[in-house]
């Protein structure tokens, strides 16, 4: 459990406290009743069968949904790529917002640049920047990207055509959107460290691959424990960007567990089995930030 | 950095040039297709397929007046967003800043409990919950309602606004309430005339990042409206269907949304990269 300080005692404790409770009632009755009732709902929905195409048969049936979901090849699948586009954004996020903070973290020229520059790709619309780079950058020949590849001999590449390509094209789109909340908190925490041993770290003779590796790295440990913990949990969110560039497409190429669960659930309409790979869905973001909450304590300690 | 200047070593000036070629390739990394899709807004449509890409052209408003005024969508759609963001940021703050106060600073049962309550609840996947939303709000008669809409994003922003208010409240100082106690007060009106007006900053910062959740959000708001409270993420994709690839209203419409957010980032970049990285920095 992530620990807040301790309040300081006050006088008057009994009219304190029920002060504290009229404070935060309004936001925990709200959060039980449009969060935590609609999760519970949809437990008790994964196991119905609501497949709006087709009511007539629409009705309790256990735990079918997941075992169909068991023999459900698209399902496996879903999960596959799940696991690949969630490991491979995070860990690049991780080492390229490493290395640039430790490129940058002191002083430069152009730190309000800077700021506003790597500020945007994280708040600005998730459908925009798919879209964008669906048409402005990765369009062949007429996107900028493409252009680019032309121009240094790459050629032309099927950004979002190929099933490969597409993969990584979302990947890239992903890693390009949330790397800069990785070089930000690494910024931070470098330039919040006691410069001592940083200073002496940087005076002596070993090469600086050891002293990155035995000083610094230690050192940045909690804050690379967070920015796993933060960025897996939004990477395993991941949906507008990929909706808008490639729709899950081509194919399933591009189907990770979020995109299947919505195909089900609001094109073909069955909400039942929508559900249940929802719930899984759940269960996973459980399963990892347990397994993180267990990572936090460690590193700190 | 001073010694540096007067360090001629010719390895060290290779180095500096380096890392600013590096920082220049960051920066255009990161800046450049959001410029991009600005200068595409103003480009006449030949001007938008020319190979090679036009840096310099004819700036026109034609894909601005398509978009706003030739097409009904996307002037009804950023109302509508307009008013929905609106109203989640106001009601989100109203609960979560007291909630926020509360949690850092009175001590009472289960405070803590129910501080991690508020935390893990944003954990729960949009992907999931918008089944058992869809499902209630049709049977409830509330698909394509502003207020459907307005709760469900509130799902959203107020766990976070809750955590944020909670770390600009433990960074005050406890002797503000402690004079306020001396002098008799109340804790509504220690809250209200000497906590609240302290914390302004952080209270609009925590609005900035609830307003541009609601004013941003995609997947509830493309399941749960219809024609009467579509918003303008949604309404975007009518530019790009599979029969045509209107890139000049599409760019024109996607500034139109980016715009509020970048503007706001050009003023409160540093409070808003603090409060962002507050959580991760200080654990």
Known sequence: ?301 | MVKQIHDRNPLKLIGIAVKSILFMLMILTWAFPVLWVILTSFKTRTDIFTVPPKIFFNPTVEHYIEAFIRTSDIAFGTSNSIVIATVTTLLTLLVAVPAGYAFSRVTFKFRSQLSFFALISQMAPPIGMIIPYFFILSRTQMLDSYSGLIAIHMTLTVPFSIWLMITYFQDLPVSLEESAAIDGASPFTTFFRVVLPTVWGGVGVTAIFAFIESWNEFLYAVVLTGSRTKTVPVAIFSFLTTEESLWGPFTATGVTIMAPVILVALFAQRQMIKGMTLGATKG
Not at chain 1, 73 to 93: E, K, M, N
Not at chain 1, 161 to 177: C, F, G
Not at chain 1, 236 to 243: G, K, P, T
Request: glycine residues 6%; positive net charge; aromatic residues 14%.
């Open chain 1, 1 to 301: 459990m992530p620990a807040i300080a301790t309040p300081p005692k006050v006088k008057y404790q009994k009219q304190w406290e029920r002060f504290g409770y009229a404070m935060i009632s309004p936001s925990m009755i709200f959060l039980v009743l449009v969060t935590t009732v609609p999760l519970v709902s949809l437990l008790v929905m994964s196991c119905f069968r609501i497949d709006l195409t087709y009511p007539p048969g629409n009705g309790w049936i256990g735990l079918e949904n997941y075992l169909e979901m068991f023999k459900d090849a698209r399902f496996w699948y879903s999960i596959r790529l799940t696991v690949i586009y969630t490991a491979i954004t995070v860990a690049l996020q991780v080492v390229v917002g490493l290395g640039l903070a430790m490129a940058f973290f002191r002083g430069f020229r152009g730190q309000g640049l800077m700021r506003v520059s790597v500020l945007l790709p994280m708040i600005l619309a998730p459908v925009v920047v798919g879209l964008a780079w669906r048409t402005l950058i990765l369009t062949p020949e007429y996107g900028i990207l493409d252009y680019i590849a032309i121009l240094l001999g790459f050629g032309s590449k099927p950004w979002l055509v190929d099933p490969t390509w597409a993969l990584i094209s979302v990947i890239i789109i992903h890693t390009w959107q949330w790397t800069p909340f990785a070089f930000l908190v690494f910024l931070a925490s470098l330039n919040a460290m006691p410069q001592e041993p940083l200073e002496a770290a940087l005076l002596d003779t070993r090469t600086s691959w050891q002293r990155f590796r035995y000083i610094i790295l230690p050192m940045l440990r909690p804050a690379i424990v967070i920015v796993l913990i933060f960025r897996t949990m939004i990477a395993l969110r991941a949906f507008a960007a990929i909706f808008s560039a490639t729709g899950g497409g081509p194919g399933t190429a591009t189907e990770i567990l979020n995109l299947y669960s919505y195909r089900v659930s609001f094109n073909s309409l069955d909400l039942g089995y929508g559900a249940a790979l929802g719930t899984v869905l759940l269960l996973i973001t459980v399963g990892v930030s347990m397994i993180f909450f267990r990572m936090r304590r460690a590193s700190i300690s």
